[in-house]
């Protein structure tokens, strides 16, 4: 159910198509409560990419987002591609900054075994747009003292 406080509070984000899109579905949440919407491949019909086991590319959206002071957006692998064919983003999740004005790239990797295709309007990653806020950094002598206090990388066990 969605909330009606949440609906109210849903932010803006401006999005500006640029030629090579012309055509394509813009992004959009697939499911009522789906966190990300799904990019597309914006490249030309007529050159698809193939990426070879191991090779990585920066894959265009044609889209160019203006996201709101205060917000990130960050880029996700699709966990379809990943399970069924080793596809993924490299710089998982890759940071869109809010004052970024180029074009949104994917930046996908191939950690499969088998060539795959990459064709134009193909569903290749998910973003999802979150708070991202900016804090002060205060230099202190040292930190306050707490239960876990240096432990970490496993120091809690594992059963
Ligand atoms: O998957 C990504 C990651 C980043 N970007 C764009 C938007 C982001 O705002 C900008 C810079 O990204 P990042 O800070 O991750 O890269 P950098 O290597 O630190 O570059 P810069 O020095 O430009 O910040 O590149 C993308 O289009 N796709
Ligand atoms: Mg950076």
Do not use: W
Not at 53 to 68: I, K, M, Q
């Amino acid at each position: 159910m969605t909330d009606p406080l949440l609906q109210l509070a849903r932010p803006v984000v401006g999005l500006v198509r640029l030629p090579h899109s012309e055509g394509l579905d813009l992004p959009s949440y697939e499911s009522a409560g789906a966190a990300g919407m799904d990019l597309r491949a914006a490249l030309p019909e007529s050159q698809p990419l193939t990426l070879a086991p191991g090779a990585r590319a920066l894959v265009p959206t044609g889209l160019v987002f203006e996201l709101p002071d205060g917000y990130e957006a960050q880029v996700r692998p699709r966990s379809g591609l990943a399970f069924k064919h080793g596809i993924t983003c490299l710089n998982t999740p890759g940071t869109i900054d809010a004052d970024y004005r180029g074009e949104v790239k994917v930046l996908l990797i191939n950690h499969g075994d088998a060539p795959f295709e990459i064709t134009r309007g193909a569903r290749i990653a998910q973003m999802v747009v979150a708070p991202a806020l900016q804090v002060v950094l205060e230099l202190r002598d040292e930190a306050g003292e707490t239960a876990r206090g240096a432990g970490g990388f496993g120091s809690t066990g594992t059963g």
